[in-house]
C-alpha cells in the first residue's frame, strides 16, 4: 500500500513503518495479519509500493477463509477504519458493521460486507479505479 520497512514479521503479523526510522511507534505504520508463514516479507525488509508481501492465509488467528487483514496506527495509536480519516484503499471505503468483523467496503456503488460464509458477495471485486 506505501514505501516501508518492514519491523515487524511474524504470526502476529507484518508491520510497515512508513516514515522507516524502525520504530513502530512514531509516525503512520500498517499492520497486516493472516499473511502466510511461506514467502512473508522479512523483518528489516524495504518495500515500495506495490511489491508483494506474501500471501493471504488462515493462520495467525481464527479465520473461515484464506483472507487478510489490514489496519493502521499514528503514533503508535489506532487509527479507526471508520473514522474521522477514512480508511480508503483504492477507493474502497470501510465502513462499521453491526458488530466486529462485520463492516463493509464500498466504491463506485458497490458495497460488499464481510460475511464468514466466505462466498461470492462477501469477496472484494477487482474492477479497475474510474
Not at 488462515?58 to 484464506?66: H, N, R, Y
Request: charged share 20%; glycine share 14%; proline share 7%.
Amino acid at each position: 500500500m506505501a514505501d516501508g520497512l518492514v519491523v515487524r514479521s511474524g504470526p502476529d503479523g507484518v508491520v510497515l513503518d512508513l516514515d522507516q526510522d524502525g520504530d513502530e511507534r512514531t509516525g503512520w505504520t500498517l499492520y497486516y495479519l493472516h499473511l502466510a508463514g511461506n514467502q512473508r516479507v522479512m523483518l528489516g525488509q524495504a518495500l515500495n509500493c506495490g511489491d508483494p508481501m506474501g500471501y493471504p492465509s488462515s493462520e495467525g488467528g481464527e479465520a473461515t477463509g484464506t483472507h487478510i487483514h489490514v489496519a493502521r496506527k499514528y503514533n503508535g495509536e489506532w487509527i479507526l477504519a471508520d473514522g474521522p480519516l477514512a480508511f480508503d484503499v483504492g477507493g474502497w471505503v470501510a465502513s462499521d458493521g453491526d458488530k466486529p468483523y462485520l463492516g463493509s467496503l464500498s466504491r463506485n456503488g458497490i458495497t460488499v460486507t464481510a460475511c464468514t460464509c466466505a462466498d461470492l458477495y462477501s469477496a472484494v471485486p477487482a474492477i479497475p479505479p474510474p
